[in-house]
C-alpha cells in the first residue's frame, strides 16, 4: 500500500520547477481521484453509454445507479489513455472529459480549481507527462479495495498536509486524536450496534473528512453489516474537495458532502443525526455569519441552533459546541452522541450571565454533557495549546443521568521522534486504551486511575454572582485638589463666566471647614453660593459635593430619601458563591466579619457557570526544603568561582 502511494507520490516528480512542493498535492490529489473514478467506471461504459442516451438527464443518475451500482457517471468519449492519443488537444479533451462527470462529483473538480491546474500544467509542458503517468497506474477495485484506496488517499492527504505544516492543522485533524473521538462516541454502543442497523454521521466542519471517515471504519469494524450514511459540510473549498474525494475514492456516497459556511448557510438543518463530531477553528471569530445567526437566534429563540446564546464575536467555538448538540437525535428517537474537539476557553471564559456562561448553563442545566477529557499539550499541527474534547449525549445511560464525568488524560502520550509541525506527541494505542478504560469505569474507577477521573453533578459548576455593597460615607473639605476636581467637570465649565466665578468665591469662603455629614455640607454649600452670587441648581449639587468628599470610615453615613444607606460605587465588589452554599450562609461568614456594615444588593445577584478543569485536577507539590535549595546554590557558587579562576589564569 505504501509502496503504491509513493509510486503516485512520485509522480509528484513531473512538477519540480514549476510548482513549490507545497502544492503538489494541487495537481496529485485530484489526478488520483479522476482515476480511481475512471478505473471504477471501467467495466461499466458500455453500460453508462448506452444509458446516456436513452435515458433522461434528471433520471440518469438514478438509473446507473439501479445498474451498475455506482453513485456517479461520465458520459464523454474520453478517458486518460484516449486523451494521450492527441497531444495537441490535451488541454481540451481533459476539460472535457471532466465536463462528462455527473453533477455530484463535478463540482469536486471546480472546488479543486483544477481547470487553474490544466492550463498551469499545459502551459509548462507538464500535462503530457503527468496524464501518461496517471494513465499507467492500475487503481481499479481489483488491484485496491474501497479500505485499501481509503489508506492510500489518507496517505496521501497527510503528505501534502505534512509539506504544507504552516496550515495543516486548520482542516487536518490527527489521526490519534480522531480515533480517540471515535471510540469515546461509540463506547456505549458495544451491544446495541448488531443486525442490520443503520447508523448517521454528520460533521459541519468536515475538513477533509478524516473524522466521517474513521468513524465509518469504526462502526464497520465493530458490525460489517451496519450502513454508515455520512453527511458533512466544509466552508473551504479545497478541503471540501478532498473530502468527497476521499469518500468517492472508498465506495461511499459523497451526495452529502456540502461546500458552505455551516453557521450561515446551513444544508442539512432539519436533520438530526446518531453521531456528530466536529474540530472547529479554535479562536475563529463569526462576523462573517453574525447576520445569519442573530437572525436565526431572534426568530426562533430556544429552538434555534443556538439557543443557549451567542459568545463574543472574537471566538465562534461555543457556537459549534451549540451546534453539535442541536444536531443529536431527541431522546424520543434514541437520541444521540456528539464529539467536539475545543480549546479551554469554552471551559472558563465569560463571567455570570455572559454569553459564554449561559451557553454552559443550557448544556449542564440540559444534562447534554457526559465527559470532557483533557488531552495532552502539542497534540495538534498548528498548535500546541491545551485541548479538551467534550463529549455529549441526548440520551444518557441511567447511571450517567445528571452526572458529568471530567477525565485528566494530559500524561496519556507518546513522544514522537519527530516533530510534525507543532506536533510531538501522539495517544498511542496503549494511552487510548487506558482513557477509554477510565471513561467507561465511570465512578468505579482502580486505583491506579482514580486520580484522573472526577464525576460531579453540573450543579457543582454552578455559582451565584452577588453584589455586596458598603454605605457612602463622605468627609468634606474645600482644598486646592478639590477646586481642581470641580473646575475640571462638564457642568461647571458650561456655566457663564459670572457664574463660575460666583461659585468659586463661594467656594472659596469654605476652606479651612470640615464636614462630616453631606447634608450640612450641602446646606453650607448652597447658602456659599447664594451669598456669592450664583443659586446653585440641584443636579450641580450633586457633581459638587461627590467631586469635594472623600471616603472616610467616620463620616456619617449617606441616606437616600426613603432612609436607606446609599452605596459607595468605589467599593462595590462581587463575591462568587458555589450553587452548593447558602448565600445568606456565606455573606454572614465570608464577608460580614470584614466589612460590618456592607449588605447584599440582591437585585443584582447573577447566575454563572464554569468548568475550572485545571483547579479541579489541580495537585499540591510542597516546596523543596531549605537546606537542599542551599545546597544547590553553594554548588553554584562554588562552580562559578571555579570558572572566574579558570578565566584568571
Known amino acids: 500500500m505504501s509502496q503504491l502511494a509513493n509510486f503516485v507520490w512520485g509522480i509528484a516528480d513531473q512538477l519540480r520547477g514549476v510548482y513549490k512542493p507545497n502544492s503538489y498535492g494541487d495537481v496529485i490529489l485530484p489526478m488520483t481521484i479522476l482515476r480511481r473514478m475512471e478505473c471504477v467506471m471501467e467495466p461499466h461504459r458500455a453500460t453508462i453509454t448506452q444509458l446516456a442516451k436513452v435515458g433522461r438527464p434528471d433520471t440518469l443518475e438514478l438509473l446507473v445507479r439501479d445498474q451498475t451500482g455506482l453513485t456517479f457517471y461520465n458520459t464523454s468519449p474520453y478517458s486518460l489513455a484516449t486523451i494521450l492519443e ?17 453533477g455530484n462529483v463535478a463540482d469536486l473538480f471546480a472546488a479543486y480549481k483544477f481547470d487553474r491546474e490544466i492550463e498551469t500544467l499545459d502551459n509548462s509542458d507538464r500535462l503530457y507527462l503527468v496524464l501518461d503517468k496517471f494513465s499507467r497506474v492500475d487503481l481499479g477495485p481489483d488491484a485496491l479495495t474501497n479500505a485499501q484506496m481509503g489508506t492510500m488517499f489518507e496517505d496521501l492527504i497527510r503528505r501534502f498536509a505534512a509539506a504544507s505544516n504552516e496550515t495543516a492543522g486548520e482542516h487536518f485533524t490527527p489521526r490519534d486524536a480522531v480515533r480517540l ?8 454502543d458495544g451491544d446495541v450496534l448488531t443486525g442490520s442497523v443503520v447508523r448517521t454521521v454528520y460533521d459541519p466542519t468536515a475538513g477533509t473528512g478524516g473524522m466521517l471517515s474513521v468513524l465509518d471504519e469504526r462502526l464497520t469494524e465493530m ?47 432539519d436533520q438530526r443525526f446518531d453521531y456528530v463530531l466536529s474540530n472547529p477553528p479554535y479562536g475563529g471569530d463569526w462576523k462573517a455569519s453574525q447576520a445569519q445567526v442573530l437572525a436565526e437566534v431572534d426568530k426562533l429563540g430556544d429552538n434555534s441552533r443556538f439557543p ?74 498548528n498548535t500546541g495549546i491545551a485541548t479538551y474534547m467534550w463529549v455529549l449525549d441526548s440520551a444518557k445511560a ?38 477509554l478504560r477510565i471513561y467507561s469505569n465511570f465512578d468505579e474507577q482502580t486505583e491506579d486511575d482514580q486520580r484522573y477521573s472526577k464525576v460531579l453533578e453540573p450543579a457543582d459548576f454552578g455559582y451565584h454572582e452577588i453584589t455586596v455593597e458598603q454605605p457612602l460615607q463622605l468627609r468634606f473639605e474645600v482644598t486646592d485638589d478639590a477646586l481642581a476636581a470641580v473646575t475640571a467637570t462638564k457642568q461647571v465649565d458650561k456655566l457663564s463666566e459670572e457664574n463660575r466665578a460666583a461659585l468659586l468665591a463661594g467656594l472659596e469662603t469654605l476652606r479651612g471647614q470640615t464636614w462630616m455629614d453631606r447634608s450640612s455640607f450641602v ?9 456669592a452670587g450664583f443659586t446653585l441648581p440641584t443636579p450641580l ?9 472623600v471616603h472616610d470610615d467616620d463620616a456619617v453615613i449617606c441616606r437616600d430619601k426613603h432612609g436607606d444607606p446609599e452605596p459607595d460605587t468605589d467599593l462595590r465588589d462581587t463575591e462568587i458563591v458555589p450553587f452548593d452554599r447558602d448565600i445568606t450562609d456565606y455573606f454572614d461568614t465570608e464577608v460580614k466579619p470584614h466589612v460590618p456594615l456592607a449588605w447584599i444588593d440582591h437585585a443584582k445577584t447573577k447566575v454563572g457557570y464554569e468548568i475550572p478543569f485545571t ?8 516546596p523543596r526544603p531549605l537546606e537542599q535549595i542551599d545546597a544547590e546554590l553553594d554548588e553554584l557558587a562554588t562552580e562559578i568561582v571555579q570558572l572566574l579562576r579558570k578565566v584568571e589564569a
Request: glycine share 10%; net charge neutral.
Open 398 to 435: 441511567d447511571e450517567r443521568k445528571g452526572k458529568v464525568q471530567l477525565i485528566d488524560a494530559r500524561e496519556f502520550f507518546t513522544k514522537l521522534r519527530r516533530n510534525l509541525g507543532s506536533k510531538n506527541k501522539e495517544i498511542g494505542d496503549s494511552d487510548r486504551a487506558r482513557i
Open 541 to 549: 449639587v450633586k457633581v459638587l459635593w461627590s467631586k469635594i468628599g
Open 223 to 269: 458490525n460489517d453489516r451496519a450502513q454508515v450514511v455520512m453527511y458533512g459540510q466544509e466552508l473551504n473549498a479545497q478541503s471540501y474537495a478532498i473530502c468527497k474525494s476521499e469518500l468517492i475514492g472508498k465506495g461511499q456516497d459523497a451526495d452529502n458532502i456540502a461546500l458552505g459556511d455551516t453557521l450561515a448557510n446551513p444544508q442539512h438543518y
Open 615 to 622: 483547579r479541579i485536577f489541580y495537585k499540591y507539590v510542597p
Open 523 to 531: 446646606t453650607a454649600l448652597r447658602k456659599a453660593s447664594k451669598d
Open 308 to 381: 443557549g446564546g451567542t459568545p463574543a464575536i472574537s471566538d465562534g467555538q461555543m457556537l459549534f459546541l451549540q451546534l453539535v448538540a442541536t444536531k443529536l437525535r431527541p431522546a424520543s428517537e434514541g437520541g444521540g452522541r456528539a464529539g467536539i474537539v475545543l480549546n479551554g476557553s469554552p471551559l472558563f471564559t465569560g463571567g455570570a450571565e455572559s454569553g459564554p456562561s449561559n451557553i454552559r448553563r443550557w448544556l449542564l442545566e440540559s444534562d447534554l454533557v457526559d465527559a470532557i477529557v483533557a488531552l495532552p499539550t502539542d497534540m495538534f499541527y
Open 86 to 102: 492527441e497531444p495537441e488537444n490535451l488541454a481540451g479533451n481533459l476539460n472535457a472529459y471532466l465536463d462528462g462527470f455527473s
Open 181 to 188: 473521538l471515535v471510540d469515546l462516541l461509540v463506547e456505549p
